[in-house]
């Protein structure tokens, strides 16, 4: 019966092995050997393991088990955040008379259109403020104060997020 070559074929194996001698090492110590990775390992008290644990001796040896750490190692970073503001680190703002300018403001626009939810820029036009300045007051709305919902992804294409009162 042939077996199969789940470990890579015998040439792959002994430049494993002789890659493990050279570095002063047993090839079965790196797993690099065909029985290396068939052999249970010993586990005291296997019934107090996680699911993780219990399997991780199972998967040691595999080519495909080495290149997903490898391929994992080789990852890049994810990447930076967009420039713009960030809301991080910022303390709670409270609710003042800009809030309460802008919270009418989205009434009112709501009211004007029939219920349905409103863009920023019309928000910032109704209180008369600039438009980045509502932007942030709109967040203080729906995030610390909880007034106004953002909805997003409601339109295609999408024209950024709405705003609406809360009901």
Not at 110 to 133: F, K, L, S
């Given at each position: 019966m042939v077996r199969k070559k789940v470990e890579g074929?015998?040439?792959?194996?002994?430049?494993a092995a002789r890659a493990a001698r050279e570095a002063g090492e047993s090839p079965s110590a790196r797993?690099?050997?065909t029985?290396?990775?068939?052999?249970?390992?010993?586990?005291?008290g296997r019934n107090s393991l996680d699911h993780e644990e219990r399997i991780?001796?199972?998967?040691?040896?595999k080519q495909?088990?080495?290149?997903?750490?490898r391929a994992a190692e080789r990852a890049e970073p994810p990447p930076a955040p967009p420039p713009g503001r960030s809301f991080t680190g910022r303390?709670?703002?409270?609710?003042g008379r800009e809030h309460q300018a802008v919270f009418q403001a989205v009434a009112k626009a709501?009211?004007?259109?029939?219920?349905?939810?409103?863009?920023?820029?019309?928000?910032?036009?109704?209180?008369?403020?600039?438009?980045?300045?509502a932007k942030v007051l709109l967040h203080d709305l729906v995030?610390?104060?909880?007034?106004?919902?953002?909805?997003?992804?409601?339109?295609?294409?999408d024209l950024g997020p709405r705003y609406e009162t809360r009901p």
């Open positions: 074929d015998e040439v792959q194996r002994r430049a797993n690099a050997t029985g290396g990775s068939k052999q249970r390992t010993h586990v005291p991780e001796p199972l998967d040691r040896g495909w088990f080495e290149a997903a750490e303390t709670d703002p409270g609710y709501e009211q004007r259109h029939g219920g349905n939810a409103v863009y920023a820029h019309e928000v910032a036009r109704t209180a008369g403020i600039p438009h980045d300045r995030t610390s104060q909880r007034l106004v919902t953002k909805l997003e992804r409601t339109d295609d294409p």
